[in-house]
């Protein structure tokens, strides 16, 4: 069965630290994976998409790894903001899809001054 | 560019009432997608549109819920008779096309059912 799996649920972290959020999935044949940031009452934004052959992908402050061989993927927060919080979704792409995303039940993040 | 633009961002309705949801895509995005959230998970799709024709709808409950895209541009989903579980977060996004583009989101109808 394909799913995604992202931990921890939630996490507080104090304004300026680091933090790292962690995606597993099970799909198979794999096309692509994207980390996604969702502000409370917004759509989600995307950060990152990565295919299986780029195994690090930088937004800004926002670092994406990619192992296809484990089948793992983190997300890489540095110098956090306040307005880093929000959740963050990963999400996988199966091979060969029109388009049909698989969605992690996502990480909450609480940056606190 | 504008981004995509859902209406109403608030619905309240009673169940067995019906509902329609508006979505108006970015300009020149040849994929429209409509999901549904519920509170604490991630999004599940329920239907994708390449231009005016249906490409995915295996999830949408089509014995209450319809949806269509006239003219491959803007888009409707309807929910008719509403259920207690339909309260939701839905969500229309959009891409340039299907295959590895990021999918721009609107910010979502919440809908709630009394």
């Known amino acids: 069965k394909n799913q995604v799996e992202q931990s921890p649920q939630s996490l507080i972290i104090l304004e300026g630290k680091n933090c790292t959020l962690q995606?597993?999935?099970?799909?198979?044949?794999?096309?692509?994976l994207r980390w996604y940031k969702q502000d409370t009452g917004r759509g989600p934004v995307s950060l990152t998409i990565?295919?299986?052959?780029?195994n690090t992908k930088s937004n800004g402050r926002y670092t994406a790894t990619l192992d296809a061989d484990t089948k793992q993927s983190s997300l890489h927060i540095t110098a956090s903001q306040l307005s880093d919080s929000a959740s963050y979704i990963c999400?996988?792409?199966?091979?060969?899809?029109?388009?049909?995303?698989?969605f992690g039940k996502g990480t909450k993040l609480s940056v606190k001054p | 560019e504008a981004g995509v633009a859902q209406s109403p961002r608030y619905k309240i309705i009673e169940k067995r009432q019906s509902v329609a949801f508006w979505c108006n895509p970015i300009?020149?995005?040849?994929?429209l997608y409509w999901y549904q959230q519920i509170l604490g998970q991630g999004p599940k799709l329920l239907i994708q549109f390449q231009n005016n024709g249906v490409v995915d709808d295996s999830q949408l409950p089509k014995d209450r819920f319809s949806a269509e895209r006239l003219k491959g541009v803007d888009s409707t989903l309807k929910i008719q008779p509403a259920k207690l579980e339909d309260s939701a977060v839905y969500l229309c996004?959009?891409?340039?096309?299907?295959?590895?583009?990021?999918?721009?989101f609107g910010d979502g109808t919440r809908l709630s059912i009394l």
């Open positions: 990565m295919t299986f052959s780029e």
């Open positions: 996004a959009s891409s340039l096309k299907a295959v590895n583009q990021p999918q721009h």
């Open positions: 995606c597993n999935y099970t799909v198979s044949p794999f096309s692509n």
């Open positions: 999400v996988v792409s199966p091979g060969g899809s029109q388009g049909n995303l698989i």
């Open positions: 300009s020149g995005h040849a994929t």
